[in-house]
């Protein structure tokens, strides 16, 4: 599952109910002694930090007072986290047995009172448990492998284990033996060669079990923090000080370092791709592929083995402030271990990671004799660089800036209209919304918000000038969440454009970054101060890591300004596209702890025009556009398969059966695809074909355009119909 990126939400009122809270934090760095789990044979042992059962009870201590959901951490939400703990941890029942759930279930009511104390000991025997299950089970089938196989005898295998009991030793033995044959009958329709895949089947086991063995304290107190800040609320949420890093580039969509994305393969951390332009790039000496043997910083710091580390290690050490240099040593691609490496110098710079930014394209459609041009901008998120910001930086990225030089742009392409491509788009920089709302209205409210004292801020648009006045269309899904759907629903409001797509997801809260370094451990003077920049949503920003991690509290939440929450409902578009992502399994109303949805007044506004008496005419044109479309056929036949697939829960272990199956759903997919691309103008592939890279059989962004067309027409011939009414 994907995580939303939070929205940023100050209320004036916010550090004045923070310094009542300051006092207390000063006490959380004292008598942090959490207690050792039991040791548990099988296990690496792994035990919580000082650092992490303070952490634990700052974040109790914050989220009791001052979350928007008033939640008590007693029994009752012990019980919760309980669950959602073993989920995570076990989630498909395939490794943890009845016995050990039977001799956790005395920590099912403890929880609540653990944390307020911050004793992780049962945390942490609970996943020590957990890995010297995974481990064994991972042993077993390697063990499995030195058996022979029957790839003919009619049997099968039940892999969906989710709400079935927890299981007993001899259950999973057989459960892991025909897993084991599952995987080896896999590689066997690939290659029919058994000597071959067993030994690659035992290395990908060995593999899993040394990445295990890579685990820490942080993933284990990451995980269970994920599993307590979402039991209150789905976006109240705990970020170690890796993801801390992590989160802060993401908002930013920058970085500093060399330019190079990273993953492990056997052992090695490798380099996946390079950022173009990038440090890395720009030496011309390192190469996608090449294995990262040692580290070093500077021109004098000793080189530090990074063999059989784990990726996100790798990257604090590579990753760096723009202007420093590191040192790599290199074993390029295809060479041996035994091979000599090269050492390679890079001055790590400022990476903009243009993938993740905003975008676009003109595509022309012809209707009525007539030739439209439409310009289409894909909005990744709405994210802004802070520290560039607060700089002084006069080219800071930003989406609301990077949006108005496309719109300029477009515009002087002579685009006759425009579609917002929100898909896939969670959110990010509340300001961004409304400043990106900015330029498609005058002035006025964009947003309101109720906080935890039940007063309303209205958020407004102050700025007169409008960039682009011409006809508009907004494009979401199910994945279009906070942010923006705060801009969906205010283009919506107002009246100034046609929302496309399918109901988005429903995340209406507010979340204000808290640092917890600055929290727990600063005195309290500089305490306060700290956390007057937390509340303006600036903590966190400073590049230190430090050890407590952050904390995004929920405030607050969102209302459109017709009155309507944006939570749990989302905005439900004008015109309703078939939904590839299952709604019954994504959304924040799939969530039990996620706020309910409700309605408060109406803002003040004005509305630029009434879309919603053109609606009926575009959906009918689309549909008619729809019903012998082979485009869409091949939607719905993509959203079948995909229910028909989700619904089985066992598979045929007989090799000849389980090829023929997959020899007919790859024939029916191919047959699908060319459909699909004959549809759109692109000539069928033949099996074993690979598909053009620059081909775009985005079909519903195409939809997208032509109902804007359709808007165009409708809202001309309106206008001539207005016009010769008023001559009379």
Request: glycine letters at 6%; charged letters at 25%; aromatic letters at 8%.
């Amino acid at each position: 599952m994907f995580r939303l990126v939070p929205d940023f939400k100050t209320t004036k009122d916010m550090f004045k109910r923070f310094y009542f809270v300051l006092v207390l934090g000063a006490a959380l760095a004292c008598n942090a002694a959490p207690s050792k789990p039991v040791k548990v044979d099988g296990s690496l042992n792994l035990e919580p930090t000082e650092q992490q059962s303070t952490a634990v009870k700052a974040v109790a201590s914050l989220i009791s007072g001052y979350n928007y959901k008033k939640v008590p951490l007693n029994d009752s939400l012990s019980a919760i986290i309980y669950d959602r703990f073993l989920k995570s941890l076990d989630d498909n029942r395939n490794y943890l047995l009845a016995s050990d759930i039977a001799d956790f279930n005395k920590f099912k009511t403890k929880l609540d009172d653990d944390i307020k104390s911050g004793n992780l000991a049962s945390v942490f025997y609970m996943f020590n448990v957990y890995q010297k299950r995974y481990n064994e089970r991972m042993d077993y089938s390697i063990a499995q492998l030195s058996k022979d196989f029957d790839f003919n005898k009619d049997d099968s295998f039940a892999y969906d284990r989710e709400k079935l009991p927890w299981a007993s030793q001899a259950e999973l033995d057989t459960y892991w033996s025909k897993r084991v044959k599952y995987d080896l009958v896999n590689l066997q329709l690939a290659k029919a060669d058994v000597a071959k895949n067993k030994e690659t089947l035992k290395k990908r086991y060995e593999t899993q079990l040394a990445q295990n063995k890579k685990l820490e304290s942080d993933d284990v107190f990451q995980l269970f923090m994920d599993d307590f800040t979402e039991a209150i609320d789905p976006h109240t949420n705990y970020f170690n000080p890796f993801n801390k890093a992590q989160f802060k580039m993401e908002m930013s969509r920058s970085l500093e370092g060399i330019g190079a994305t990273l993953e492990s393969k056997n052992e090695y951390i490798s380099i996946a791709s390079l950022v173009p332009g990038g440090p890395a790039d720009k030496s011309r000496q390192v190469n996608v592929g090449d294995r990262i043997v040692a580290v070093a910083q500077g021109k004098t710091g000793e080189f530090q083995d990074i063999v059989g580390w784990r990726t996100d290690n790798a990257i604090k050490l590579i990753r760096g402030d723009k202007g420093t240099l590191v040192r790599l040593k290199l074993l390029p691609q295809g060479k041996a271990a035994s091979d000599p490496t090269k050492i390679v110098e890079i001055i790590r710079e400022k990476i903009v990671l243009k993938d993740q930014l905003a975008k676009s394209e003109v595509r022309t459609y012809q209707q009525n004799g007539k030739s439209y041009k439409i310009g289409i901008i894909n909005i990744p998120a709405f994210y802004v660089d802070f520290d560039a910001a607060k700089a002084g930086a006069t080219n800071y990225q930003s989406t609301t800036r990077d949006v108005k030089k496309i719109l300029d742009s477009l515009q002087t392409q002579k685009v006759d209209g425009v579609v917002i491509d929100l898909r896939q788009n969670g959110g990010g920089s509340l300001t961004e919304a409304i400043s990106l709302t900015g330029l498609f209205i005058k002035t006025g409210p964009v947003v309101q918000v109720r906080d935890t004292e039940n007063k309303i801020e209205v958020d407004k648009d102050e700025d007169p000038d409008i960039t682009y006045a011409g006809p508009l269309a907004v494009m979401v899904d199910r994945f279009s969440a906070s942010a923006s759907e705060i801009f969906a629903g205010a283009i919506q409001d107002y009246g100034r454009g046609v929302i496309v797509g399918t109901q988005t997801f429903g995340k209406g809260t507010v979340q204000t970054q808290i640092d917890l370094d600055r929290y727990i451990a600063s005195s309290l003077g500089s305490r306060i101060a700290s956390m007057a920049r937390s509340v303006t949503g600036k903590a966190g920003t400073t590049g230190n890591e430090g050890g407590y991690g952050q904390l995004n509290l929920t405030i607050a939440k969102f209302y459109r300004i017709s009155g309507s929450s944006t939570q749990h409902r989302g905005v439900l578009p004008d015109i309703t596209f078939p939904s590839i992502i299952p709604l019954d399994k994504y959304g924040e109303d799939t969530d039990p702890s996620a706020l309910p949805f409700d309605v408060i007044a109406k803002s003040q506004y004005n509305k630029v025009s009434d879309v919603s008496t053109v609606v009926p005419q575009l959906k009918q044109m689309h549909d008619a556009r729809m019903k012998n479309s082979a485009v869409y056929k091949n939607i719905l036949a993509d959203i079948a398969d995909y229910k028909k697939a989700d619904a089985e829960k066992t598979v045929v272990l007989n090799l000849q059966k389980l090829k023929a199956q997959r020899d007919e759903q790859e024939q029916q997919s191919l047959d699908r695809t060319n459909a699909l691309r004959v549809a759109m103008g692109y000539p069928a592939l033949k099996k074993g074909d690979a598909k053009p890279k620059k081909e775009d059989l985005d079909a519903l962004k195409v939809e997208a355009g032509q109902i804007l067309v359709d808007y165009i027409g409708v809202a001309d011939k309106v206008a001539r119909v207005n016009k010769t009414s008023s001559s009379f």
